[in-house]
């Protein structure tokens, strides 16, 4: 028997993943109103687009491969007539070649299975259970407005710098203009205490203020959320955001951010994580400016994965005025909570024992990769989770974080 021609077999794969998205819908949504199984619905032809190909990763996901040119960034109103930067035009220059790379490389879960070709980025399917477990529809993968706090406001009263249901251990550098960061995530799975609550280690990029509601922020790094991707597993993310977080922004791949990445499945599973005492994982991450297009590009592992074209931003679209490095808690009974932040275990346990992100660097004007300045650390709550930071020959500036929340000293 023949081969099918190329087309077909992409007809015949579309087909099937509409047939099992509408059949899994039916199922899912039983017992939900019909206007509500109309929003989710909706909002799943606008998150997931037809595929060209489909792999089923070992930890639950599938994992889409989409025509490039069809993914959810261009649903974003000021993108529709966007020409895709497909590298950037230039990389941050180093200065500091002698600063340890990653020893222990970490991969996706879903690579077990299979890669996506040229021309073609990998997307996590959004499931209808997915968007059911969100406190609502609308809501479903964006943070609450005014949930996080303005932590570019660490000299300023414009906000506390702890907000009611969060909790933080984190580094704060503030400059008048920076273009970017890199550093080195240490990868951990910590243990959450309830569906709904979150950790994460992460960085933001911002510019702006919540007191003007233009707080813009571009942020990537590892969670754990349940409540989001319905398991356990240690995810990489990404966030942005142009009017602190009231309407704009979003999770992932949602319209805004375009991947030209034919590897990377943002969303997926990163593997494998470290362990107390054992084998240390670490994962570099950077974004900048790209001097000539104005994109903030982000780079994974090495590897370009795409960008936050400068048009969707405001503040952003010149340059960012602080970066944050570290780790947060989100829940309802953040104080009360045992979920923990990074491996779980206080700063001061050092090496193997604690989360630590090393090798903390800011882009600079020149587009050359510097030590941050003026670092401030933040730990509201110190008894529960805490941060502290340090410099060395190796690791540059650094910062050990986390904590097990609720204990003895954690009221």
């Known amino acids: 028997m023949a081969a099918l021609p190329t087309c077909l077999v992409a007809l015949v ?49 599938i994992i889409d491969c ?31 070649q002698n600063y340890n790379s990653t020893s222990h490389p970490i991969t996706q879960t879903w690579h077990q299975n299979g890669k996506c070709h040229e021309n073609t980025i990998p997307i996590r399917r959004t499931m209808v259970e997915d968007v059911l477990r969100a406190s609502s529809i609308s809501m479903y993968g964006k943070k609450r407005p005014r949930s996080i706090p303005n932590l570019n406001s660490i000299n300023r009263p414009d906000t506390p710098n702890a907000v009611k249901g969060h909790q933080y251990g984190v580094a704060a550098a503030q400059d008048t203009k920076c273009y970017g960061t890199k550093a080195s995530f240490n990868l951990w799975k910590p243990t959450i205490a309830r569906a709904n609550d979150f950790s994460l280690s992460q960085f933001w990029v911002s510019a702006g203020s919540y007191s003007g509601n233009d707080l813009n922020t571009i942020e990537a790094g590892w969670q754990v959320y349940p409540g989001m991707y319905g398991d356990s597993n240690t995810r990489l993310f990404i966030y942005w955001t142009r009017d602190a977080y009231e309407h704009t922004g979003c999770y992932n791949l949602c319209s805004g951010f375009v991947q030209t990445n034919t590897q990377i499945a943002i969303g997926g599973t990163l593997s494998p994580d470290s362990t107390y005492g054992g084998t240390q994982y670490d994962i570099d991450i950077m974004a900048w400016k790209d001097p000539q297009s104005g994109n903030w590009w982000l780079q994974v592992g090495g590897n370009d994965v795409g960008y936050w074209p400068s048009t969707i931003f405001t503040t952003l679209q010149h340059s960012a005025s602080s970066v944050e490095w570290g780790g ?8 009360q909570t045992s979920t923990q932040m990074g491996s779980g275990h206080f700063p001061n346990e050092g090496f193997g024992k604690a989360s630590h992100i090393k090798n903390l660097l800011v882009v600079d004007s020149s587009n050359t990769l510097r030590d941050p300045s003026g670092v401030n650390l933040i730990a509201p709550d110190s008894n529960c989770y805490n941060v502290q930071s340090g410099t060395s020959s190796n690791w540059g500036r650094y910062i050990y974080f986390g904590g097990p929340g609720k204990n003895p000293n954690c009221p």
């Open 328 to 335: 947060e808690v989100a829940s309802p009974d953040a104080g």
């Open 13 to 61: 794969v579309a087909l099937g993943f509409l047939f099992v998205r509408q059949g899994s819908a039916a199922r899912t949504t039983a017992g939900v109103s019909v206007e509500q199984r109309q929003e989710v619905e909706s909002l799943l032809r606008r998150l997931n687009k037809p595929p060209l190909a489909t792999i089923e990763s070992p930890d639950g996901d």
């Open 66 to 96: 989409v025509d490039i040119t069809k993914q959810p960034a261009f649903d974003h109103p000021l993108l529709k007539n966007h020409t895709i930067q497909m590298r950037p035009s230039y990389h941050p220059r180093s200065l500091y």
